[in-house]
């Protein structure tokens, strides 16, 4: 059987039948080859040679790009693979194609004609739901492509997910099921930063402070959303910070640093303000110590974007704590029922937030990108 993930639940389909010949171990090994190629196929979409520094030979660009294109050369080591020769066989430092070599090595041991071309078949359509959602369309098999993390974005899907966003601003179940998670993280920041304008000029803050005066209202979560909220404040624009604080997250995940020197100068301001509040507290030292990403390093996307609306929510929170309305305006929601005045006064200010937001997001529209 194949499967995947949809983010609603899992998609099965039969494969194939195996021959009777075939051994309990043998058949255990080529589906656990196969699994192994799907997940270096989907590695070339998570790791897109676009999001690299540099193509120039023997840099990381360059090495994905080589991954992808060894999509042209799957089929064949399916059909031909290395095979031992004495103790020795020849291996691929690329790891698309040797993954193919495992799977095609696999099949030659169940040695089953009919059992190959299926399996030629099914990954053929593996690859191409890859190039699929490299386009941007997630739909059918490529649908699995929203349970990944991006290093970059996909305009379609960024346009996809601001649409979404204009529909309703707060978030809605399919910015989290339908769209690249990266794509509606950029989207989410361009948002946030409408909404925290919108609500700084209501609460007369400043807009980086907009989340962080909010959680006095309701616990959110406040770093990350004011994170890049002082970012985009500064200039940068909603993809340069969501992918690289993704990009960060995904080196972590990798057990490697992003950027050494900047954690170092963390380190040391750390030590210097915990020598200064409270000498001697290992506790205060362990507290202010940075964090390699403030994302989650497993799941970097969907956390941010979880983040951003909670976000866009707490603009929303304090607009409706601090917008003012004059006598003229109150009387159009006085009559005998009070109850029935509060719900009316409190839908009048989420329509006007919601409008005045979407009109600050359309007047930047330029900057989404």
């Not at 992808?68 to 290395?82: D, G, H, I, M, Y």
């Not at 020769?85 to 070599?101: C, R």
């Not at 909404?195 to 000029?201: F, G, I, M, T, Y």
Request: proline share 5%; glycine share 6%; aromatic share 4%.
């Amino acid at each position: 059987m194949s499967t995947w993930d949809t983010g609603v639940g899992c998609v099965a389909s039969t494969l194939a039948d195996l021959p009777k010949s075939a051994e309990r171990d043998a058949a255990i090994g080529l589906a656990f080859c196969l699994t192994g190629l799907s997940r270096q196929v989907w590695r070339t979409y998570t790791h897109p040679a676009s999001a690299a520094d540099s193509l120039e030979p023997n840099t990381e660009g360059w090495r994905r790009q080589g991954e992808r294109e060894a999509f042209a050369e799957v089929v064949t080591s399916l059909r031909n693979p290395n095979l031992p020769h004495g103790d020795h066989i020849v291996q691929s430092y690329i790891l698309v194609e040797e993954a193919a070599h495992r799977v095609g090595r696999a099949l030659h041991v169940l040695a089953d004609q009919a059992l190959t071309d299926r399996v030629v078949a099914e990954v053929e359509d593996e690859l191409a739901a890859v190039e699929q959602a490299e386009r941007g369309d997630l739909t059918g098999r490529a649908k699995q492509a929203v349970l990944l993390t991006r290093a970059d974005v996909s305009p379609v899907q960024v346009s996809a997910a601001n649409d979404l966003l204009r529909q309703h601003p707060l978030g809605s179940t399919g910015l989290l099921q339908d769209v690249d998670p990266t794509a509606a993280a950029v989207a989410a920041a361009h948002w946030l930063q409408a909404a925290a304008e919108v609500a700084s000029e209501a609460a007369d803050c400043h807009p980086t402070q907009v989340v962080l005066e909010a959680d006095n209202i309701e616990a959110l979560a406040v770093e990350t959303p004011t994170l890049v909220l002082e970012r985009l404040d500064a200039g940068e624009t909603p993809r340069g910070v969501v992918t690289d604080l993704i990009k960060t997250a995904m080196t972590a995940a990798e057990g490697r640093l992003a950027d050494p020197d900047a954690l170092v100068h963390q380190i040391e301001e750390a030590k210097q303000k915990a020598q200064r509040f409270g000498p001697g507290d290992e506790e205060l030292l362990a507290g202010l110590m940075p964090r390699v990403t403030p994302l989650d390093p497993m799941r970097p996307a969907h956390d941010l974007l979880e983040d951003l609306l909670d976000g866009i929510r707490g603009s929303w929170l304090l607009y409706r704590e601090c917008a003012e309305y004059d006598d003229d305006d109150l009387e159009d929601f006085t009559d005998d029922e009070p109850e029935d005045n509060d719900e009316d006064l409190d839908d009048h200010i989420d329509t006007a937030f919601f409008e005045a937001v979407r009109t600050e997001a359309t007047e930047h529209q330029g900057q989404l990108l």
